[in-house]
């Protein structure tokens, strides 16, 4: 299946921990140093790195709930309390802590070609991240590029415990198959996504072999090469599900402007119908909107939802007059298969915008979701000319959505789930509107 969503790990993937790391030692032995004099050169970052590492190696096997920070302040007390260093009041370890985390927080640094690549990416894929580490994406340079942080002390789960990767993909709203993991640790961010069918790709910054028993699905010194390592995983599952499309228009070709020169050479392997094949893509969108049914489709995007895709392709293949995007302007392509070439893709910063823009249209704003009070969809009477608002994934409609709606209509549900999916929900309404009003 076609990529859809990518985890990355944190620290020495994203970010130079090991560095840091070293230095934030340096600093809690400097902190010890100044607290107490007459011990000066008795201790040592690496003693102090051998005692955080003895004890989360206790903590995770005996499966304790203990976060890393929490670790991290708990070596400092052994490591004195090993010196023979008195510390009755906790003075000495506070101190040794303050300034670990305030080197650890403060100087953590991106290498290079992360952000600009991750910006490459956030447009065409669900980007989350999934990391045993506890350094903040907000605070050290990468703000409001993920779509979601799993991190192991908050879900209670550890790398490589494959959960974790399956709690990804349901967060991306994909499949694992369509889930690739990144990470420099072959057996945390390669074999566990791999166990349960999501491809791994290991990031090996210094020239190292990787682990017997463990082959990634690729290898790359850094993320300037995952992009075509992407391209490479569609391209081999298009090969493997088989070629789509046509190939080259046997000659004479067809005169007719609506055509493509290059498509009509090389063939046509689009997701498009064949009404539409060899079509150049102004030519697709003005005949769709040529017969453009009177409805648009409009969603809700305060949290980047990943489902807009999948709504953007419903609307396409009902035939919607357009899409309208409210809150947040950039959304995940990836799951709309190009159809957002083929019909007009509008934003709005506010439900206000948006109940405004209809009015002018003498468009009805209807809501979609199941919340008290709402008319259920099989009997309601969807008016012709109309918008279809659809909630954020999760809480649905927010209140200023459900006052602007009228209706609001439910679609009735039988099992013991909330809400349906976001892209499932639209496209059945859409079809709700199909069956009462087209032609």
Same mark, same amino acid.
């Given at each position: 299946m076609p990529v859809r969503a990518l985890v990355f790990d944190a620290d020495d993937t994203l970010w130079d921990f090991t560095t840091v790391m070293w230095e934030s030692l340096a600093a809690a032995v400097g902190a010890f140093e100044a607290c107490c004099s007459h011990h000066v050169g =008795?201790?040592?970052?690496? &003693? %102090?790195? !051998?005692?955080?590492?003895?004890?989360?190696?206790?903590?995770?096997?005996?499966?304790? #709930?203990?976060?890393?920070?929490?670790?991290?302040? =708990?070596?400092?007390?052994? &490591? %004195?309390? !090993?010196?023979?260093?008195?510390?009755?009041?906790?003075?000495?370890?506070?101190?040794? #802590?303050?300034?670990?985390?305030?080197?650890?927080?403060?100087?953590?640094?991106?290498?290079?070609?992360v952000a600009g690549v991750l910006d490459e990416l956030g447009a065409r894929y669900v980007i989350g991240l999934v990391t045993n580490g506890n350094t903040d994406p907000e605070r050290s340079g990468l703000p409001g590029r993920f779509a979601f942080r799993l991190a192991a002390d908050h879900v209670g789960l550890r790398k490589p415990d494959a959960r974790l990767f399956l709690m990804a993909a349901a967060a991306a709203g994909c499949h694992p198959s369509e889930l690739v993991s990144v990470g420099d640790q072959p057996d945390k961010d390669v074999a566990a996504p791999q166990s349960v069918g999501a491809r791994g790709v290991w990031i090996d910054r210094h020239g190292l072999a990787c682990p017997p028993g463990i082959e990634p699905d690729a290898t790359i010194a850094d993320l300037t090469e995952l992009p075509a390592v992407l391209e490479r995983f569609d391209r081999e599952e298009a090969e493997e599900a088989g070629s789509v499309g046509v190939g080259p228009h046997p000659e004479p070709w067809p005169d007719d402007p609506r055509f493509d020169p290059e498509l009509l050479a090389a063939g046509d392997r689009r997701n498009v119908v064949d009404r539409y094949r060899y079509w150049r893509e102004e030519a697709v969108a003005a005949d769709l909107a040529a017969r453009a049914h009177p409805f648009h489709v409009a969603v809700e995007n305060w949290r980047s939802d990943h489902n807009i895709g999948a709504v953007v392709r419903n609307a396409n293949a009902f035939g919607a007059a357009g899409v309208h995007i409210v809150g947040r302007r950039r959304w995940n392509r990836r799951g709309a298969m190009a159809t957002d070439r083929y019909l007009p893709v509008r934003h709005h910063d506010s439900v206000a915008d948006l109940a405004a823009w209809a009015a002018t249209e003498g468009l009805q704003v209807v809501g979609v979701d199941n919340v008290a009070g709402a008319e259920p969809l099989e009997s309601a009477a969807l008016p012709e000319r109309c918008v279809l608002l659809f909630g954020q994934e999760g809480p649905g409609l927010s209140a200023a959505a459900r006052r602007a709606s009228s209706p609001v209509v439910a679609i009735t549900q039988y099992g013991s789930t909330r809400s349906l999916n976001a892209g499932v929900a639209s496209g059945i309404a859409m079809h709700a509107w199909v069956r009462a009003h087209a032609r």
């Open positions: =008795r201790l040592t970052d690496r &003693a %102090l790195l !051998e005692v955080r590492d003895r004890l989360a190696a206790e903590v995770e096997r005996s499966g304790a #709930a203990i976060t890393l920070s929490e670790v991290r302040r =708990r070596s400092f007390v052994v &490591a %004195l309390a !090993e010196l023979g260093v008195p510390d009755d009041d906790g003075a000495v370890a506070a101190a040794m #802590a303050d300034a670990y985390f305030a080197q650890r927080h403060g100087f953590v640094q991106l290498y290079p070609e």
